[in-house]
C-alpha cells in the first residue's frame, strides 16, 4: 500500500495529512528517497515538515516526528489548508468512505443517536481545495466502504457528476483509493469509484464481497504490480518494527 501510494506522489508535490497517518509518512519518505527527491510533506499531530521517519512511529503526537526539517504551529497548518495555493496532495480516510470517495469521520448511524463517534471533521473539509486526494483505509469491509456515507465532512464527488460540476468546487476531487485489498480510482464519466488492480492473492470476488455497492470493473483487471528490491529494501529501513503490519 505504502509502494502503491509513493507512485502517485511527484516531484512538485506538497502533501498534507492527519492522525493515523503512518502510511502516508512511508509512502512520501520512500517517495523523497526515491523517485520524487523534490516532494514536501507535513505529519499530522506534530505538524513536522519533512520528518526524518526511520523508524516510523504508531503515534501522530510522538516527539520522535519532530526529527525533521521543521514543525509548524497547527493553527498555521489548518489556514495553510484553508488557502487552497499550499497543498496538492490530501491523504484521507474515514470510518465510512462512499461509492463516489465521500469520507466521513464524524458519526456513523443517527445523528441524534450515533452508533460510533469519531473524532470530528479534523482537516477533512477542506479536501475540496487541493489538487488530488488519496485516499487510504487499513479496512476494506462492509462498514467502511458504504453506497452513501451518513455524514459528509470529506467531500469526494458529492452525489455524482451532477452535484459535482454544480458545486464549482476548486479541488481536483479524489484521484485514488489504496486498501489491503486492492487499488480503485473513479470512473470518469459516473465518478463512481473503479477496481484498478488486485493485490496479490486477493480474488475480485473478494472486493465485491467486502464493499457495500456496486463497484465498477474494467474487463480486465490486472495484478498490483510488487513492490522492487529497492524499494522493499526503503519501506523495511523506515519500518523496522512493522508498525505497517500492526505489529
Not at 84 to 106: M, P, R, S, W
Not at 119 to 138: D, K, N, Q
Not at 161 to 175: C, F, H, I, N
Amino acid at each position: 500500500m505504502a509502494v502503491v501510494l509513493s507512485a502517485h506522489l511527484s516531484n512538485d508535490d506538497v502533501a498534507i495529512m492527519g492522525t493515523a497517518s503512518a502510511l502516508p509518512q512511508v509512502a512520501c519518505r520512500l517517495a523523497q528517497l526515491t523517485s520524487a527527491p523534490g516532494l514536501w510533506f507535513v505529519a499530522g499531530g506534530t505538524c513536522s515538515v519533512n520528518p526524518r521517519l526511520a523508524p516510523v512511529v504508531p503515534s501522530c503526537c510522538d516527539f520522535d516526528l519532530l526529527r525533521a526539517d521543521a514543525a509548524l504551529p497547527l493553527g498555521d497548518v489548518v489556514l495553510l489548508e484553508g488557502r487552497g495555493d499550499v497543498f496538492t496532495v490530501f491523504f484521507a480516510g474515514g470510518l465510512q468512505i462512499d461509492v463516489h470517495g465521500n469520507c466521513n469521520l464524524v458519526a456513523v448511524g443517527e445523528w441524534a443517536h450515533p452508533s460510533l463517534r469519531g473524532p470530528g471533521t479534523v482537516g477533512l473539509p477542506f479536501l475540496s481545495r487541493v489538487r488530488r486526494t488519496l485516499i487510504y483505509s487499513m479496512s476494506h469491509n462492509r462498514r467502511t466502504f458504504v453506497e452513501r456515507v451518513d455524514f459528509l465532512d470529506g467531500p469526494g464527488f458529492l452525489g455524482g457528476p451532477k452535484e459535482w460540476s454544480a458545486a464549482g468546487l476548486p479541488g481536483g476531487g479524489p484521484a485514488l483509493v489504496v486498501t489491503p485489498l486492492c487499488t480503485m480510482d473513479f470512473e470518469p464519466t459516473s465518478l463512481r469509484m473503479r477496481v484498478v488492480s488486485l493485490h496479490p492473492g486477493v480474488a475480485l470476488d473478494d472486493v465485491r464481497d467486502a464493499t457495500d455497492f456496486d463497484l465498477v470493473v474494467p474487463d480486465t483487471v490486472p495484478v498490483t504490480t510488487p513492490p522492487t528490491a529497492l524499494q522493499l529494501a526503503t519501506v523495511r529501513g523506515l519500518d523496522p518494527r512493522g508498525v505497517l503490519k500492526g505489529r
